[in-house]
């Protein structure tokens, strides 16, 4: 059973576009965060969620917008796409706010 | 600024040689240093969590070290399995904040 899934894994659009990445855990995790590697495969925190509330949100476009129905999913939301925002998406979660990390796979978002 | 750096950038070994990774990091509260791997097209892989300075974890052929200013990633006699991104990761204190990422070593074990 795989622990962090996300999906999709490829995304390709067209600019100006809104789009969704949905991120699942299966380990009973309180906290699910989304980071974002950029070209270079530097890792960022864009924003994080513990036990449905955000707790961080980092200075990022409010074109992107995190959604939790529940405890154990957290979507990312992004409205009218810009090149800039080519990246590949990871979520990830852990047990608290202080536990170790658990990352997805990663979304590869590229925007034509 | 928090901020976190590694070196060397990549790094190539032959099987069987031993090398140490470096993570130096400033950032006030420290409330814990991260290892990660991370592969091609996969997410990073959690090694070890170090909390305090003299603190030290073992797994395998690795074995992370913590200082007030830096942490190593030691590898015993490599295998080719070995080859990976390794990442070095800080979460300050003040509260439930992210990671901060350093831009990883590439490292090669050649058999």
């Known amino acids: 059973d795989t622990a962090v899934s996300q999906t999709p894994k490829y995304l390709v659009t067209q600019m100006g576009n809104d789009k969704s990445i949905k991120c699942e855990q299966n380990?009973?995790?309180?906290?699910m965060y989304w980071y974002k590697q950029d070209s270079k495969k530097f890792l960022k925190i864009m924003f994080s969620?513990?036990?449905?509330?955000?707790?961080i949100n980092e200075t990022v476009p409010n074109r992107f917008s995190p959604k939790s129905p529940d405890k154990a999913h957290l979507n990312l939301h992004i409205n009218s796409l810009e090149l800039g925002d080519s990246a590949v998406y990871f979520c990830?979660?852990?047990?608290?706010?202080?536990?170790?990390?658990?990352f997805g796979d990663g979304t590869r978002l590229s925007i034509l | 600024e928090d901020q976190v750096t590694q070196s060397p950038e990549a790094l190539r070994l032959q099987e069987g040689e031993s090398s140490s990774l470096n993570c130096s990091y400033t950032?006030?509260?420290?409330?814990?240093l991260f290892w990660y791997r991370q592969d091609p097209g996969k997410g990073p892989e959690f090694l070890f969590t170090l909390y305090s300075a003299g603190e030290e974890k073992e797994k395998e052929r690795l074995k992370a070290t913590l200082t007030k200013k830096e942490s190593f990633l030691h590898i015993t006699a490599p295998k080719p399995e070995d080859s990976a991104t390794y990442l070095c990761?800080?979460?300050?204190?003040?509260?439930?904040?992210?990671?901060?990422f350093g831009k990883g070593t590439h490292l090669i074990i050649q058999p």
């Open positions: 990830a979660s852990s047990e608290s706010v202080y536990g170790s990390q658990h």
């Open positions: 969620y513990n036990n449905k509330e955000l707790i």
């Open positions: 950032v006030s509260g420290l409330r814990g």
């Open positions: 990761a800080v979460r300050k204190g003040g509260g439930a904040d992210g990671l901060t």
């Open positions: 380990l009973g995790h309180d906290t």
